[in-house]
């Protein structure tokens, strides 16, 4: 099923690495299922050479050159091979006499110092590299017109530290919520969503609870911290208030399916990409995660430093199986207006999910399903992240938000 859309023109730091080391020993039983060094190297440089995730933006011979530094699965010396090349694309940066070149550089730099951390920074080594890969982001984002606003929002005694960027010359601009999943941060998020400014329409880019600089771990009920963050917003004299849309991808759209349910009468539009519902977080496809093969490495690791008291496999399934927005209720809610994207061939969000969320609730959904598609409905000869974005997601977001487009949401029809 699939349906077209026209296209647009750190002794503290000492028991945190303590308490890594506990995550990461509960998956070492998991680890002789997954890639060996060498089929690691042979399958990075592969998709490195299509420009295929995680690699995308990257160049292949820089890649060719980290891969070949690397002698061991240590996650440290993952990280240090490929900071040799951000560090380089860092130092190029700063000497740059032109501010666009300079701008290029310090992507790039950003890009090396992400594939550094990658998928989740659970190493001294990573953690360092995320570091850098946020400086490397800020400083790109200085240069950006207008500047990338780095906005703190107090939560429970901490802080949501988000990305925004609005459109210049509008009194009251639409704006869109960007949530990532298990590996992508705000970074990313602030990266596909940047030429919806182009169109008027501004943006706020999230980290997911458990990632990136999220102040709390997943678990059931931590969608609260990204209702505080719809709450900002709409203190925000800038933003029209009643075209404020969600974007999330992967375990990102399991957030935004989430916000659609509970809170679709103050959103305009949702898009949920390859959202986990319900199958995917059964027991047995937890005890099993480290058999994929779509996800490139360590992917056991990543969802143990993603969830509330994971601190085994066991415990990460228990936490896991609660998750189910089945299980939950939230499927019978009605729901703000939604995009839901996904891939048939699907082996990390099984397409059972999609189907669910499409047949479930009061509010009909629109779909784009790719039956050659996996992950986030992507596949390797036509449609890539940054397609399925360009030609299927921001199509749809610009004509929901569209000031022209009336009340979307029946909802909300006689505000």
């Given amino acids: 099923m699939m349906m077209k859309f026209e296209r647009p023109i750190v002794v503290t730091r000492l028991l945190i690495w303590a308490c890594f080391l506990v995550l990461v020993s509960g998956a070492l039983r998991c680890r002789a299922q997954e890639r060996t060094l060498e089929e690691l190297k042979a399958e990075a440089q592969k998709r490195a050479d299509h420009n295929a995730y995680p690699f995308n933006g990257v160049a292949p011979d820089d890649v060719r050159e980290a891969l070949g530094r690397l002698k061991s699965l240590d996650p440290d010396e993952w990280a240090a091979s490929w900071m040799v090349i951000g560090n380089r694309y860092t130092e190029k940066a700063r000497s740059e006499k032109s501010s666009e070149n300079a701008d290029d550089d310090f992507i790039k730099a950003w890009l090396y110092h992400t594939m550094a951390r990658w998928p989740v920074p659970n190493s001294p080594g990573k953690e360092k590299a995320y570091q850098k890969a946020r400086e490397a982001y800020l400083a790109h984002g200085k240069l950006l017109t ?25 009194k009251e ?29 501004g943006y706020l880019a999230l980290d997911p609870p458990g990632g990136g600089q999220a102040p709390i771990k997943a678990a059931p009920g931590a969608e609260r911290m990204l209702v505080r963050a719809v709450d900002y917003l709409f203190e925000r004299p800038d933003v029209d208030k009643k075209r404020v849309a969600i974007y999330g991808s992967s375990l990102g759209g399991y957030w935004s399916t989430l916000l659609a349910a509970i809170e679709g009468n103050r959103l305009c539009a949702v898009v949920s990409q390859s959202p986990p519902i319900d199958e995917t977080f059964a027991r047995s496809r937890t005890m099993a995660l480290s058999k994929n093969r779509e ?101 749809w977001i610009i004509r929901m938000v569209s000031p022209n487009a009336g009340p979307s949401n029946p909802a909300r029809e006689n505000e």
């Fill in 295 to 395: 996800y490139l490495f360590g992917f056991v690791q990543a969802q143990l430093f993603m969830y509330e008291g994971a601190t085994n496999l066991d415990a990460l399934a228990d936490v896991r199986e609660r998750m189910s927005l089945k299980k939950q209720g939230f499927l019978d809610k009605p729901m703000a207006p939604m995009l839901v994207i996904g891939g048939v061939l699907d082996t990390q969000v099984p397409i059972a999910d999609v189907d669910l969320l499409l047949h479930s609730g009061q509010t009909p959904k629109e779909a784009w399903i790719n039956p050659l598609g996996g992950h986030m409905g992507r596949d390797p000869k036509v449609w890539s992240d940054p397609i399925i974005f360009q030609q299927v997601t921001m199509p």
């Fill in 173 to 201: 601009a639409p704006i869109v919520v960007g949530i990532g999943g298990l590996d992508s941060r705000k970074e990313d998020m602030a990266e596909r969503l940047r030429p919806l400014l182009t169109y008027g329409i």
């Fill in 146 to 170: 207008p500047p990338l606003e780095v906005v703190r929002i107090p939560f429970e005694g901490k802080e949501i530290i988000a990305y925004l960027q609005m459109p210049k010359g509008i």
